[in-house]
């Protein structure tokens, strides 16, 4: 089992119930769940500053609130991901995707 | 009012006279049937130019409305807000905030959403509403929603939004003429538009609008009773890691193969009609140079090229019936990584597929791609994919040297020799992408994020209009500059003429014979004869009239003109003919390409990198590949 997984694994189960938000960055496929926050968050230094990512992230309808699944990975480093929002379907790479906070479905 | 009441009415307000002519504006997210609805408004009465100052594409139409009154309709680049990031939407959210300079504002701003995928649609539309230009929203694609049971309450919506709502199905005719009463109803209103205070929104204007959207949506349309499960179905072979990769490269060698062989009967008939044409001419004119102009000249030139559209058509054919599915993203996400690891944005695959037919488009569709330093890049090495121009040269030349012989039972060896040199292009073209990015920038590259859209039945009428745009645009080229090129090259081939008394072929006393010996010792380690170095001048103009060249240097200088091709495999050794194709993989042999990176990236820095290094590579290449034949005694 991969190290992601088991964190989120491991909180889930735990006695308290408590929301951990997984990033989508960290999610594999199937991994599904609802937007809870997009953040400003710059991939790498040097690159697209933090507000602008955030701004297309919401203008593609990575909204607080849509629903969200992972449907594919690409075959190397299992990047770019193809996820479902909403009724959509969005090609984005995982570093980009890493200011999108997910709450995961209670079965994750 | 009934909607031919109103107008009835519109036209009588403007006086009865012919009113003046309306001017609309179509905008829309990518995939919106945006350019189905255009040819559906427009049909053919169709012009296709650039923005005044910006290289950005501008298609304009028009139609007559029932009562007499001229629509003109301007296609504006697809778009997911107004807040622009790239010069292709600039364009679009100036032209509708009326601020373009050269433009006249637009009355109506048409909004085409594609029903079954509203949500992003109603952001912009709110985006428009808000700058409160009259416009009208289109449904689109209305056909498809019914069948998936989805419910939509255009009047409703037409309330929320503060704009008509019509349902469409462009690509049927459905819908146009309810379209083009609401344009010139909504006209009517353009005097009171107000002011443009139109200011970029932030992340929580962006949030806020989506959350006036989804109320909208809630309020407006239920969900498919039916949803598209095809495109879901589909999706899991065609982006399978695996099956995926498979799918894709099957594509893109059909792609290749099918440009060899399915042109090869058209390319013949074509040969013929210009061999034809060109003995019927000679047999009416009596000898002299007007005869020698004609023959040797245009048609031979002109024909050895036109000859060739059999391929450019096809290679569209598959570029235009791949984007209309839905394939070109897919492919786009299954490339991404590849991309990525030279450093270009895997948007770059779109504008580097178009330059397998021409750079140019190529360059221009770089437009796509926000980040300056990731479409730098992707200009500098969009020459290096092979073209639709190189295939004429390419064919003559294996066509003329490489036997026509199986391997493995079932491929050309021809057709795999065609291939090798587009993956020599594409494979440079990442390898110098890589260093572009290692040497110059380093840094970030832009986000990769893109719409897969729903896979559709492309419209064989939309197909069909694009593809001979293309080829139209394309024979445009060979009409203008190549037959030009010809005719100069012509002159050089005949003047001055050879003096009395001269011996060997007259070409070698002509204009065209000083430059090609004067540039000969250069060229001589990869193998270049004379004739040779003499098609490259020519071949500036654009890569194609190589061959027309090649054609009249040896027409003129005597040798067999049936077939040119079998003239250069006597004349030429293996060993050159290897060089010469490696020469046309690397080599910039197109002025317009390099006009078109000048006026991109607005200076002669990039036209001047990108000559200097694609000449250094084709130099390289073919001494490698030269001297490696001469080795194996090829020469």
Redesign the interface.
């Known amino acids: 089992m991969d190290p992601v997984r088991r964190i989120a694994d491991t909180d889930l189960d735990g006695p308290l119930e408590t929301i951990t938000l997984v990033s989508l960055a960290d999610g594999r496929r199937g991994f599904s769940g609802y937007i809870a926050s997009v953040d400003?968050h710059a991939?790498?230094?040097?690159?697209?500053a933090a507000?602008e990512?955030?701004?297309?992230?919401?203008?593609?309808?990575f909204?607080?609130?849509a629903r969200i699944e992972i449907?594919?990975?690409?075959?190397?480093?299992r990047?770019?991901i193809?996820v479902k929002l909403?009724?959509?379907?969005?090609?984005?790479?995982r570093r980009?995707a890493r200011g999108v906070m997910v709450r995961p479905d209670a079965a994750q | 009012m009934t909607p031919p009441d109103l107008a009835t009415a519109v036209a009588a307000a403007a006086g009865g006279a012919p009113a003046a002519p309306i001017r609309a504006a179509l905008v829309g997210n990518p995939n919106s049937g945006k350019t189905a609805m255009f040819n559906a408004l427009t049909g053919s009465r169709q012009k296709v130019a650039n923005y005044a100052g910006v290289t950005v594409e501008r298609k304009e139409g028009h139609l007559i409305a029932p009562d007499g009154r001229r629509i003109s309709i301007l296609d504006l680049p697809g778009t997911?807000?107004l807040?622009a990031?790239s010069p292709d939407e600039v364009v679009t959210r100036d032209a509708v905030l009326g601020r373009l300079a050269g433009e006249t504002p637009p009355d109506v701003v048409v909004l085409i959403a594609d029903a079954t995928?509203l949500?992003?649609v109603m952001?912009l539309a709110l985006e428009l509403r808000d700058v409160g230009r009259p416009a009208v929203l289109a449904l689109n694609m209305i056909d498809i929603a019914t069948r998936q049971g989805l419910e939509i309450d255009a009047t409703r919506l037409a309330i929320e939004l503060s704009m008509p709502v019509v349902t469409t199905v462009a690509t049927r005719k459905r819908g146009i003429d309810e379209l083009v009463i609401q344009i010139e109803a909504q006209a009517a209103n353009s005097a009171t538009a107000p002011a443009d205070t139109w200011t970029e929104?932030?992340?929580a204007a962006?949030?806020a609008l989506?959350r006036e959207a989804?109320r909208i949506l809630k309020a407006c349309v239920l969900?498919p009773r039916r949803?598209d499960t095809f495109?879901?179905k589909l999706?899991?072979v065609l982006?399978?890691?695996?099956a995926?990769?498979g799918v894709l490269l099957v594509v893109l060698f059909l792609m290749f193969q099918a440009v060899f062989a399915w042109a090869a009967p058209l390319m013949d008939l074509s040969n013929a009609g210009f061999e034809a044409l060109g003995a019927v001419m000679g047999n009416l004119m009596p000898d002299g140079l007007l005869k020698s102009l004609i023959t040797d000249g245009i048609i031979a030139g002109v024909g050895s090229v036109v000859v060739f559209l059999p391929q450019i058509v096809i290679l569209f054919l598959f570029i235009i019936l791949l984007e209309d599915f839905g394939y070109m993203?897919r492919a786009?996400?299954?490339l991404?990584?590849?991309m990525?690891?030279a450093g270009l944005h895997?948007r770059a695959f779109i504008p580097l597929l178009s330059s397998f037919a021409c750079a140019i488009p190529g360059i221009m569709a770089t437009r796509v791609i926000d980040?300056k330093r990731d479409r730098l890049t992707t200009i500098l090495v969009a020459p290096l994919m092979t073209c639709s121009a190189r295939i004429p040269v390419y064919t003559l030349i294996i066509s003329a040297f490489i036997p026509r012989q199986q391997v493995w039972g079932v491929l050309s060896l021809q057709g795999l020799i065609f291939f090798g040199l587009y993956a020599a292009g594409l494979i440079s073209a990442l390898v110098v992408a890589w260093l572009v990015r290692k040497v110059f920038w380093?840094?970030?590259?832009?986000?990769?994020?893109?719409?897969?859209?729903?896979y559709k039945i492309p419209d064989p009428m939309n197909v069909a209009r694009n593809v001979l745009q293309r080829a139209q645009i394309f024979l445009q080229r060979a009409g203008t500059i190549i037959l030009s090129m010809m005719i100069l090259i012509w002159f050089l081939c005949t003047f001055p003429g050879a003096p009395a008394g001269a011996v060997g072929p007259a070409i070698d006393y002509s204009f065209a014979g000083m430059i090609g010996h004067a540039i000969q010792p250069v060229l001589a380690p990869i193998g270049f004869n004379w004739q040779m170095s003499v098609a490259l001048i020519p071949g500036m103009a654009a890569r194609e009239v190589a061959v027309g060249a090649l054609g009249t240097v040896y027409a003129v200088a005597g040798a067999d003109t049936s077939v040119l091709g079998a003239s250069l495999a006597h004349q030429w050794s293996l060993a050159s003919a290897l060089a010469f194709l490696a020469w046309y993989v690397f080599a910039p042999q197109c002025a317009s390409t390099l006009g078109v990176v000048k006026r991109e990236t607005n200076s002669w820095r990039w036209p001047i990198i990108m000559f200097c290094y694609m000449t250094g590579l084709a130099y390289v290449a073919s001494l490698i590949v030269y001297q490696t034949a001469v080795a194996m005694g090829a020469g």
């Open positions: 400003a991939p790498v230094p040097g690159g697209l507000h990512l955030e701004r297309r992230l919401l203008e593609m309808g909204v607080e609130g449907l594919h990975e690409g075959f190397i480093g990047d770019p193809c909403d009724d959509m379907r969005v090609a984005l790479r980009d | 997911y807000s807040r990031r995928n949500r992003l952001r929104p932030s992340a962006l949030r989506h989804e969900p949803p495109t879901g999706d899991s982006l399978h890691p695996v995926g990769i993203a786009a996400f299954l991404d990584k590849i990525g690891g895997g980040n380093r840094g970030a590259a832009e986000p990769f994020l893109m719409e897969l859209p729903a």
